[in-house]
């Protein structure tokens, strides 16, 4: 599959790795451009590349974007719509700045970034610390693989980035759509950052 990634940073540079490793095409953007990109793709290997925000929205069949929630505003909505977006990110207001309708809990950051970008938004790897992802990853069936919540509206959708994350060693529990299932795997909550089975975050998360 291709995908495009939107963040080079601790998450997005661990899924590059990951998806690459698996045999997906990655291309992959930061926002100081592909030039500085370089030791990243050739480490990630395989048929990796560096482009431009806008590059990687066009290229993913899916895309994840994996930036500071700060900086929504700044991803290529027109290329973003409709396209399956996989979104990691969390509202940290110190690193963010404050959102009013956050801190009043109105809305969530996906369904803002859903609104944004007329994308096809599932919610998943915001709620796993990312060494964890990077080290934990586990063959299907093995004792103590790590689970991973989604969430979002489109049950193909999700089906999709499901199976991304099943293939790279986790198992996906579906927390619901992107409002009431979103708002139980963000920062704060029981299951934020905490390892747990697929059993014990499906419990955890009441589904
Ligand atoms: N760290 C974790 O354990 C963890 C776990 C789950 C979810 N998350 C969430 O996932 C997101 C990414 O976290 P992270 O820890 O990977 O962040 P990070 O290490 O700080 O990396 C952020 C990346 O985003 C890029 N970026 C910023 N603005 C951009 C823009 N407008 N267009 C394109 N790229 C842009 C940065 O590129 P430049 O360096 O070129 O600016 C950098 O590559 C955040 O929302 C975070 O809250 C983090």
């Given at each position: 599959?291709?995908?495009g990634?939107?963040?080079?940073?601790?998450?997005?540079?661990?899924?590059?790795?990951?998806?690459?490793?698996?045999?997906?095409?990655?291309?992959?953007?930061?926002?100081?451009?592909?030039?500085?990109?370089?030791?990243?793709?050739?480490?990630?290997?395989?048929?990796?590349?560096?482009?431009?925000?806008?590059?990687?929205?066009?290229f993913?069949?899916v895309?994840?974007?994996?930036?500071?929630?700060?900086r929504?505003?700044?991803?290529?909505?027109?290329?973003?719509?409709?396209?399956?977006?996989?979104?990691?990110?969390?509202?940290?207001?110190?690193r963010?700045?404050?959102?009013?309708?956050?801190?009043?809990?109105?809305?969530?950051?996906?369904?803002?970034?859903?609104a944004?970008?007329?994308?096809?938004l599932?919610?998943?790897f915001?709620?796993?610390?990312?060494?964890?992802?990077?080290?934990?990853g586990?063959?299907?069936?093995?004792?103590?693989?790590?689970?991973?919540?989604?969430?979002?509206?489109?049950?193909?959708?999700?089906?999709?980035?499901?199976?991304?994350?099943?293939?790279?060693?986790?198992?996906p529990?579906?927390?619901?759509?992107?409002?009431?299932?979103?708002?139980?795997?963000?920062?704060?909550t029981?299951?934020?950052a905490?390892?747990?089975?697929?059993?014990?975050?499906?419990?955890?998360?009441?589904?």
């Amino acid at each position: 599959m291709r995908i495009g990634i939107i963040g080079a940073g601790r998450i997005g540079s661990t899924l590059g790795r990951q998806l690459a490793g698996i045999g997906h095409e990655v291309a992959i953007a930061n926002s100081r451009g592909p030039e500085t990109l370089g030791d990243l793709v050739a480490d990630i290997g395989g048929s990796a590349r560096a482009v431009t925000p806008r590059e990687a929205a066009e290229f993913g069949q899916v895309v994840i974007e994996t930036i500071p929630y700060g900086r929504y505003r700044e991803l290529p909505a027109e290329q973003l719509r409709g396209k399956v977006v996989v979104d990691t990110a969390n509202y940290h207001p110190e690193r963010d700045g404050h959102d009013p309708e956050l801190d009043d809990d109105s809305t969530t950051s996906s369904e803002k970034i859903r609104a944004f970008t007329g994308a096809n938004l599932v919610k998943a790897f915001n709620a796993i610390y990312w060494e964890n992802l990077r080290d934990q990853g586990r063959p299907k069936g093995e004792p103590g693989r790590l689970a991973i919540p989604v969430s979002g509206t489109d049950s193909e959708a999700k089906a999709v980035v499901s199976g991304l994350i099943r293939d790279i060693g986790f198992d996906p529990v579906d927390a619901g759509d992107l409002g009431r299932g979103g708002r139980k795997h963000q920062p704060g909550t029981n299951v934020y950052a905490v390892p747990l089975t697929a059993e014990e975050l499906s419990g955890a998360l009441h589904v």
